[in-house]
Nanobody, 132 residues
């Protein structure tokens, strides 16, 4: 059974940084697509970053590109989302999700849409609050 546990959220002032972690068990990241999503109050869940191959680059939603950085530590089975230059509109619960590469839709599908379906496993999320 895949288990995902996010951590690293908190309260930060605008312009600050946070690094989110997603510790995974029950799968290997090189055989799964990995996504970071967020859901702001009253809004739909949206993807912010995605990796759909073991050697591929990360994709980013336009609103976070050049501010957020995806990384992974396969030895620790942990993925990270470094968030810089945070804005109040980045306030949301952030989730990581994984799904087998064999059945995954391409990351660009999610990056170019508001879809969040089709992911096999989700963490419970970590809250990020950015004050102005």
């Amino acid at each position: 059974e895949v288990q995902l546990v996010e951590s690293g959220g908190g309260l930060v002032q605008a312009g600050g940084s946070l690094r989110l972690s997603c510790a995974a068990s029950g799968f290997t990241s090189d055989s799964n697509a990995v996504g970071w999503f967020r859901q702001a109050p009253g809004k739909e869940r949206e993807i912010v970053s995605c990796v759909d191959s073991s050697m591929g680059s990360a994709y980013y939603k336009d609103v976070v590109r050049d501010r957020f950085i995806y990384s992974s530590d396969n030895a620790q089975n942990t993925v990270y989302l470094q968030m810089n230059s945070l804005r109040p509109e980045d306030t949301a619960v952030y989730y990581c999700a994984v799904t087998p590469l064999s059945t995954a839709l391409p990351c660009l599908f999610y990056i170019d849409s508001t879809a969040s379906y089709g992911w096999a496993s989700w963490g419970k999320g970590t809250l990020v609050t950015v004050s102005s």
